[in-house]
């Protein structure tokens, strides 16, 4: 009776020790992303920002501005155009609160992202995002299929806090 019952435990725990380094190696390589990304972000390389996306139709993107979703890289890819176009010098990128959950070829990961800077007309910007990315590994990759920012509102008077502290 203990003879299948040990075998079945030991097989048990050789599998999740076996999907254990997968799970450390997604995390390790979906941190090396976001700091790849981050790194991106600060040099407004925009091929270097869209190469952690999917390509193609099947990315979606809620973000701060509208319209209420960007389907499709290429719909993003103008997104952030516009947006490192409107950018006078050196940006300020910080990532914050990270936290990431993942599993064999999916993750997901939320954080807080604030982005500051000058912009071409002279006036300053300072922007904290609430951000949720959905990784999905491809081809040996990580690439967000899904992000969400979105920014607490005052309901009461439609105003945006775009400074978001907790």
Avoid at 33 to 49: E, G, H, N, P, R
Avoid at 88 to 101: A, I, K, R, S, W
Avoid at 128 to 141: A, E, L, M, P, S
């Amino acid at each position: 009776m203990n003879g299948p019952k040990l075998v079945f435990a030991g097989a048990v725990a050789g599998m999740l020790a076996a999907a254990m380094p997968a799970r450390a190696d997604a995390v390790s390589d979906i941190k090396a992303v976001q700091d790849a990304f981050s790194t991106a972000v600060k040099a407004k390389d925009l091929d270097a920002i869209m190469k952690y996306y999917v390509p193609g139709d099947s990315l979606v993107v809620f973000d701060v501005v509208p319209p209420r979703q960007y389907v499709g890289a290429a719909a993003y890819r103008k997104d952030w155009e516009e947006f490192l176009g409107s950018i006078d010098g050196p940006l300020t990128f910080e990532t914050t609160d990270y936290n990431l959950t993942t599993d064999n070829n999916l993750a997901f990961a939320r954080s807080i992202q604030r982005v500051a800077g000058k912009t071409k007309d002279g006036g300053d910007f300072d922007l904290t995002t609430r951000v949720t990315d959905v990784f999905k590994k491809i081809d040996g990759k990580w690439l967000v299929i899904h992000e969400h920012l979105s920014v607490p509102v005052d309901l009461a008077s439609g105003t945006p806090d775009l400074a978001s502290k907790p």
